[in-house]
T-cell receptor, first 113, second 111 residues
Framework: DVKVTQSSRYLVKRTGEKVFLECVQDMDHENMFWYRQDPGLGLRLIYFSYDVKMKEKGDIPEGYSVSREKKERFSLILESASTNQTSMYLC????????????FGQGTRLTVV | SQQGEEDPQALSIQEGENATMNCSYKTSINNLQWYRQNSGRGLVHLILIRSNEREKHSGRLRVTLDTSKKSSSLLITASRAADTASYFCATEASNTGKLIFGQGTTLQVKP
């Protein structure tokens, strides 16, 4: 079974802190994604990576950056956390094939105080 | 953004009834997928329909796709209390690799 693991289930950080959210997948998938989920807004794509060191901005990249140094790991970085970044963050991965399904991690609920 | 819109936003039905939820999107797509999410956890893939397909079945799920109207529907037949969850459609625009999700439909099935 494909496994996508996010490093924390719950996280509380202070305003202005640098925050790292880690995601690891064990199936050699090329594509990895970071989404944030807010009530009434569904899932919004923050960043997307289709290969090591490659990344593309999604719909809401402001305030975020990403890192993909190894194929299995995709990190989301909040350079200076703000309260409006309090949200559920979901990582996903899939193979590089147009008809592939995505596999999701369990989510990280981040609260910025 | 090509983010799709789903309706209704919320649906409440009795066990045994059918549930239908709809998804509309904006751009040309390779495929459309439906996912389910329980209690704010990660999403689980349900079914994928390719852009050249019009209908697909999987167990109690039936998905239709109308590319001329840029819309899809998910039908869950003979619903059960365990079907209570949020359901999302996701589209992949041609040649981008990006999966873009809709806002979701929250389904409550009452026993």
């Amino acid at each position: 079974d494909v496994k996508v693991t996010q490093s924390s289930r719950y996280l509380v950080k202070r305003t202005g802190e640098k925050v790292f959210l880690e995601c690891v997948q064990d199936m050699d998938h090329e594509n990895m994604f970071w989404y944030r989920q807010d009530p009434g807004l569904g899932l919004r794509l923050i960043y997307f990576s289709y290969d090591v060191k490659m990344k593309e901005k999604g719909d809401i990249p402001e305030g975020y950056s990403v890192s993909r140094e190894k194929k299995e790991r995709f990190s989301l970085i909040l350079e200076s956390a703000s309260t409006n970044q309090t949200s559920m963050y979901l990582c996903a991965s899939r193979v590089l094939w147009r008809y592939a399904e995505a596999f999701f991690g369990q989510g990280t609920r981040l609260t910025v105080v | 953004s090509q983010q799709g819109e789903e309706d209704p936003q919320a649906l409440s039905i009795q066990e045994g009834e059918n549930a239908t939820m709809n998804c509309s999107y904006k751009t040309s797509i390779n495929n459309l997928q439906w996912y389910r999410q329980n209690s704010g956890r990660g999403l689980v893939h349900l079914i994928l329909i390719r852009s050249n397909e019009r209908e697909k079945h999987s167990g109690r799920l039936r998905v239709t796709l109308d590319t001329s109207k840029k819309s899809s529907s998910l039908l869950i037949t003979a619903s059960r209390a365990a079907d209570t969850a949020s359901y999302f459609c996701a589209t992949e625009a041609s040649n981008t690799g990006k999966l873009i999700f809709g806002q979701g439909t929250t389904l409550q099935v009452k026993p």
